[in-house]
């Protein structure tokens, strides 16, 4: 169903099966399913304190969480059970696959497809028109619990019209390059370059994006 731009949470618990919290803005036409919670306050804010957009002819379906202070753009799309952290910049045209999680401080460029249960962590930028796997794993923690490790973080970079594979692992700090694809089931452990396929473990390159027979 659709909502009006502005709701009020106490309205909404009595008229929905979902849930918005403090400030969220939604643009028109936005729909909106069962079980849903906009809004989450991050620890350490109070309600009010952060606001959240999501833009117009957006889709949030069922059992999503989204956090507050995201800013989302126009057309955006969740399958069931989609988990999105605070602070994230989304563009528009994005979709993002059931069951995947995408934590806080992530930047995610227009036309962005991220198929069901991948993992995205902290500070990964993932830009226009690329395109995520099933089951695909981004990391940023290069010694995980080791004492100062979250003041350390580095996400991934994957670049314009990059492709990486179902169940690919891409190691911290990692740069996927414009126009690459990653195989299947692949671990990246270092930079792959603009226009190449790379595949194995760790991940190999192949041949030139631009001899793919198709």
């Not at 995947?100 to 995610?108: A, L």
Request: charged fraction near 20%; glycine fraction near 10%.
């Amino acid at each position: 169903m659709g909502i009006p731009s502005l709701i009020d949470s106490e309205e909404c618990d009595r008229m929905c099966t979902y849930k918005i919290i403090g400030n969220v803005q939604l643009g028109e036409n936005v729909t909106i399913g069962d079980y849903v919670i906009i809004g989450i306050l991050p620890k350490g804010y109070e309600e009010g304190d952060i606001a959240t957009k999501i833009g117009n002819d957006s889709i949030i379906r069922s059992h999503t969480s989204i956090y507050a202070g995201n800013r989302i753009g126009r057309n955006f799309q969740t399958g069931h059970g989609v988990r999105i952290r605070e602070f994230n910049q989304i563009g528009d045209n994005v979709s993002v696959g059931t069951n995947t999680v995408i934590e806080h401080h992530v930047k995610i460029e227009d036309n962005v497809r991220i198929h069901s249960q991948a993992f995205i962590p902290e500070y990964c930028i993932i830009k226009k028109n690329a395109w995520i796997g099933p089951r695909v794993v981004l990391t940023n923690a290069k010694y995980p619990r080791y004492p100062g490790v979250k003041e350390n973080l580095v996400g991934v970079v994957v670049e314009e019209n990059a492709k990486i594979g179902a169940n690919a692992t891409i190691l911290p700090g990692i740069r996927i390059g414009k126009n690459a694809l990653v195989g299947a089931g692949s671990v990246v452990t270092k930079d792959v370059p603009d226009n190449v396929v790379v595949a194995g473990n760790p991940a190999k390159f192949l041949k030139y994006a631009d001899e793919i027979s198709y």
